[in-house]
């Protein structure tokens, strides 16, 4: 509780702070913005009813390739456990498709899929499959070799090793994963918005910004800070109905 109050304290001088510098004239209000003015463009976005259709969207273009980048990245990083000489001739195309800028990839969706909500979910999905592939792999690499040959001694197959065993253990470092890819199909659906659309959070920053309305983009980022944290906090809450466990012993 000390620690959140130190928090929302250290915030809430900061914003002061700001405030008082622009209002004094020491900080340009165009070029930085103001509190004041995040907070009356946040209103006007409310009051047309612009900001709940633009966060729809980015939220719906989020976790559709959230959950399709996961689930593909996931898939594939387990079933790399079932043959190392697999994974190895895979591991230099993985990690290429993964040095590639996901910015860079935003014409092709574009060729590929069109301007409309497919592109969007495509570059939110190539910016969450690469990591959930490898974390997912590491996972799977991470099982205790005694317990997969106490289960061979068994006489246990490779699939029910894998369903067994592989797959639970692999849990915890998935949902690790899941925290850190949904920030990753954000950007991917926010890059998205920027080469081509006519509604989302990326949208109106990008427009915001060739207007120079600063205060506007500032508002914008707030929603989107929002939008991250509230979809992290869904994924924290999962993982606690599904891994209580893990927070039983912290």
């Not at 969007?120 to 910016?127: D, E, I, N, R």
Request: hydrophobic content about 55%; charged content about 10%; proline content about 3%.
């Amino acid at each position: 509780m000390k620690i959140l109050a130190c928090q929302i304290l250290c915030f809430a001088l900061f914003i002061a702070l700001w405030q008082w510098q622009t209002m004094a004239g020491h900080i340009s209000a165009f070029l930085y913005g103001s509190p004041a003015g995040i907070v009356a463009a946040l209103v006007a976005t409310v009051r047309d009813g612009s900001l709940w259709t633009d966060l729809a969207t980015t939220a719906l273009e989020t976790l559709a390739g959230f959950a399709l980048g996961n689930v593909i990245g996931t898939t594939l990083g387990l079933s790399l456990w079932y043959s190392r000489f697999v994974s190895q001739v895979l591991q230099p195309f993985i990690l290429a498709l993964g040095s590639i800028p996901i910015i860079a990839l935003a014409p092709i969706t574009i060729i590929w899929f069109g301007t409309g909500f497919a592109s969007k979910v495509a570059m939110s999905t190539l910016s969450v499959v690469v990591v959930s592939i490898v974390i997912a792999y590491k996972g799977a690499l991470g099982v205790d070799p005694d317990q997969i040959n106490l289960m061979l001694s068994l006489r246990a197959r490779r699939p029910q090793i894998f369903r067994l065993l592989v797959v639970p253990a692999s849990m915890t470092d998935i949902f690790a994963g899941l925290k850190l890819t949904v920030g990753f199909a954000l950007v991917g659906a926010i890059v998205g918005e920027f080469m081509s659309s006519t509604n989302g959070l990326g949208h109106e920053i990008f427009k915001s910004g060739s207007l120079y309305a600063i205060s506007s983009v500032f508002a914008e980022l707030v929603v989107t800070v929002v939008l991250a944290l509230a979809l992290s906090g869904i994924v924290t809450r999962v993982e606690r109905l599904l891994l209580p466990w893990r927070h039983d012993l912290s």
